[in-house]
């Protein structure tokens, strides 16, 4: 005679197609029931009668929400002491509910890179530079990165803003892997907000990822009466269904206020403020609902790095240097970690992928340092310097001593490597980091810089080379300017390269990049040994484009990236 357990794996077997037929609404009514259930209920007590009346049809597919399920209605236990075997089973059977009805993105990480696609197509958006930019407007540029195609390396579409001076710059997704778990959504629209501007656009990349069109445009005066906030930054769709943006300074472009707008995930309305009190400035953030954190970084007040980098401008306190600590479930800043001297102007902040770990780095650019930040054995939250990127002492430059400035930092997939760039230096750095406290440099290649051995700066003192970096060629272009943004491949075996900053900062420290045009190249990457190595083979040259040079910037894929998928 069949065992309790075997009829119950022949029933989730049964009702394998069910689950993926079942209405939404009714997923999300069991899922509501489910945590309701688990939150408020003190009757412990196991109902023998409940697995034998409970229709399994309206399950969601997901195992994790079908844990939930079992856990908060007992589903399938006779007794406490055999529900740890009922859930080791029922994790068993996950590939057999999941195989046919999925969301967005990828279940974990791992699996991510293990199974996700070989990018074909990237999206970037390029910037028209201080010349050409009050009468021409930027776009959003879809690049062939296939090598087996015949546009290998070319700009084949070219979506223009139907407005001028906008800066294009960061872009995120309304769908991603935090919302695996919901077979009705979609990644089918990019974010795109505009520095400058304080516009949103909304793109279409779902009807044809090779041809993006314009499905929803919020204007800044939107923007400005429902959030006071300016200067929109880093997109990151939430497992809520909805969009956030950070942003930088208020609408006036002062470090008095700052923080994160919330859009509706369907129609992309305004939803108002994330956040229940605001921060003086902000820039990046990172969130993991599993630790119940969100952290945020910043960058400067917008009216101040607008008009390009200005040191006296760090000395009155328009940048900054403080890590914000969120409780995501209620919105509230928690604590405020300042980095002090070693930590000025942090950016780009990444948790590490893996949601059961909590810890992750931030780049810290005008101080050239990297730190880890982690939550305590008190359960609070803390940070300490793990790379430190030495000064060069300079002749013919603006300061007698360059900083490195990370200003962009990743993580791969598999956590196992941190990459960053050196935008003044000119150089990518891999870094193995499965010693958490001591990242090892495994890689680095040069690619531009300020440093280059035919320039003008001169360098009396270098603690790390012996001889000032050679320029860099490919296809015969020289590669001006320096390596700046940077995206990792799924696999995390290509890593791809834009060169420009901000287009202010770009014509102040790099005005031959600017009046040339930028650049987009691919760095092949040893994923075992570790190694950074130039194809000279891929390079899309942004001078050559057809309405003038322009500048790239952050790349995106169509099916996520380790920077724009957060997994819960």
């Not at 993105?105 to 390029?126: F, H, N, Q, T």
């Not at 990822?209 to 997109?235: C, D, M, N, Y």
């Not at 300079?394 to 360059?402: D, R």
Request: aromatic letters at 10%; hydrophobic letters at 35%; glycine letters at 8%.
């Amino acid at each position: 005679m069949a065992s309790h357990y075997e009829k119950i794996d022949a029933r989730l077997y049964l009702f394998r197609g069910a689950l993926c037929a079942c209405p939404l609404s009714t997923l999300r009514r069991y899922r509501s029931r489910s945590r309701r259930d688990r939150t408020s209920s003190s009757d412990k007590t196991i109902k023998p009668t409940v697995h034998s009346t409970l229709d399994l049809a309206p399950f969601t597919a997901q195992p994790s929400l079908v844990l939930d399920i079992v856990r908060s209605l007992n589903l399938c236990l006779l007794d406490t002491s055999r529900s740890t075997m009922a859930q080791d089973r029922l994790k068993a059977l996950s590939p057999a509910l999941t195989s046919c009805c999925k969301g967005p993105g990828y279940p974990s990480p791992l699996e991510a890179m293990r199974d996700g696609p070989v990018e074909k197509i990237v999206y970037l958006p390029c910037i028209h530079p201080p010349q050409s930019r009050r009468s021409k407007p930027d776009y959003l540029a879809t690049v062939d990165v296939d090598p087996a195609s015949p546009t290998y390396s070319k700009v084949i579409h070219r979506l223009l803003m139907p407005y001028n001076e906008d800066e294009l710059h960061h872009s995120g997704w309304n769908a991603c892997s935090s919302c695996h778990d919901d077979a009705s959504r979609a990644r089918n629209r990019l974010i795109l907000p505009a520095l400058n501007s304080d516009r949103i656009y909304v793109i279409d990349v779902g009807t044809d990822q090779r041809e993006p069109k314009f499905h929803k445009i919020v204007e800044p005066s939107e923007v400005h009466s429902k959030t006071g906030l300016g200067a929109p930054h880093t997109t990151h769709c939430l497992g809520s269904g909805e969009v956030m943006i950070s942003m930088i300074g208020d609408a006036d472009g002062n470090a008095t206020k700052s923080g994160f707008m919330l859009l509706d995930g369907n129609d992309f309305s305004i939803q108002g403020n994330w956040e229940k009190s605001h921060i003086p400035m902000g820039y990046d953030y990172w969130y993991q609902p599993r630790h119940d954190v969100m952290i945020s970084t910043e960058w400067g007040a917008p009216r101040a790095w607008r008009c390009g980098f200005d040191p006296k401008d760090v000395e009155t306190g328009l940048y900054g240097q403080r890590l914000y600590v969120w409780r995501w479930s209620t919105h509230e800043k928690i604590q405020t970690l300042d980095l002090g001297q070693d930590g000025l102007i942090p950016l780009e902040i990444r948790f590490l992928h893996d949601p059961a770990q909590a810890m992750g780095y931030v780049g810290c650019a005008l101080s050239s340092s990297v730190f880890r930040f982690y939550k305590t054995g008190a359960g609070d939250w803390a940070a300490e310097k793990v790379i430190q990127i030495p000064n060069k002492t300079v002749e013919g430059w603006a300061l007698p001593e360059m900083p490195g400035l990370i200003t962009d930092i990743l993580i791969s997939l598999d956590d196992r490597f941190l990459y960053f760039s050196n935008w003044l230096h000119g150089d990518i750095r891999q870094y193995d980091i499965t010693d958490r406290r001591r990242p090892k440099l495994v890689g680095q290649v040069f690619l531009g810089g300020s440093i280059q051995s035919d320039g003008n700066v001169k360098v009396t003192k270098d603690t790390e080379r012996t001889s000032q970096p050679e320029p860099v060629y490919v296809k015969g272009t020289r590669l001006e300017g320096s390596p700046q943004m940077i995206q990792l491949s799924l696999d995390g075996k290509r890593l791809y390269v834009t060169n420009s900053l901000f287009t202010a900062w770009d014509q102040q420290f790099y005005p031959e990049m600017v009046k040339r045009g930028g650049w987009m190249l691919q760095i092949d990457v040893d994923t075992v040994k570790g190694g950074l190595t130039l194809n000279k083979n891929f390079l899309v040259d942004f001078g050559q484009e057809p309405y003038g040079p322009v500048l790239g910037h952050e790349i995106r894929y169509p099916g996520g990236d380790c920077t724009s998928d957060i997994w819960l």
